[in-house]
């Protein structure tokens, strides 16, 4: 009896943890995903659209979470098809083999004042690396809102096209490693 008792008690402090996590769920219509590439003579800008998404949401931080980013539907701000087939080659991100770019969240600190940083990894083109970030919330009524900019290394991930830090005497031609991804999430 006593055993029972111990055991109804562990599984009913189990239950109320977890009701404690809040599951919520991407809103991918109102969510904005906006990229921008720099090279040594001037940069592109453009969109991508996340194609699912959620995050489990307890004691003010993210708990977990797993966003899916649709690489199909990249857009560059000038509608410059050029420069939309390029970044879908295998050039750059092979949509054609990968057309999805997975970020998995593990956890981020306290969102103190409406900021917190958030860990995870990023996987592209099949190859995962780790990433952390800085983000901000706010709460209105149309849900919860998180804001970021993601800096990414594309080197990491197999994307060396025009690279200075790989390829020698590409002068003005020189695209930067680093592309940013600023992100507007909204989750309910």
């Known amino acids: 009896m006593k055993r029972a008792l111990l055991f109804l008690t562990i599984l009913g402090l189990f239950l109320v943890n977890v009701g404690a996590q809040n599951k919520l769920t991407a809103d991918t219509s109102l969510t904005k995903l906006v990229w921008l590439g720099e090279k040594v003579t001037g940069q592109h800008t453009g969109t991508v659209k996340l194609q699912s998404g959620w995050l489990s949401w307890q004691d003010n931080k993210i708990v977990s979470g797993e966003f899916n980013i649709d690489m199909n539907s990249i857009k ?6 050029m420069i939309i087939g390029h970044l879908k080659s295998d ?15 593990t ?20 190859i995962t690396n780790p990433i952390e970030f800085k983000a901000a919330m706010q709460k209105k009524d149309e849900g919860v809102w998180f804001f970021a900019n993601i800096v990414v290394d594309r ?3 197999n994307i060396r096209y025009g690279s200075g830090s790989f390829f020698d005497n590409l002068g003005d031609k020189t695209i930067y490693d680093e592309f940013r991804l600023k992100v507007n999430l909204l989750v309910k």
Request: no cysteine.
């Open 91 to 105: 050039d750059f991100f092979g949509v054609a083999k990968y057309p999805i770019v997975k970020l998995v969240i």
């Open 155 to 157: 080197t990491k991930y």
């Open 107 to 126: 956890g981020s600190t306290p969102f103190d004042k409406g900021n917190g940083v958030v860990s995870g990894t990023l996987t592209i083109k099949d």
């Open 76 to 81: 560059e701000s000038e509608n410059n098809t």
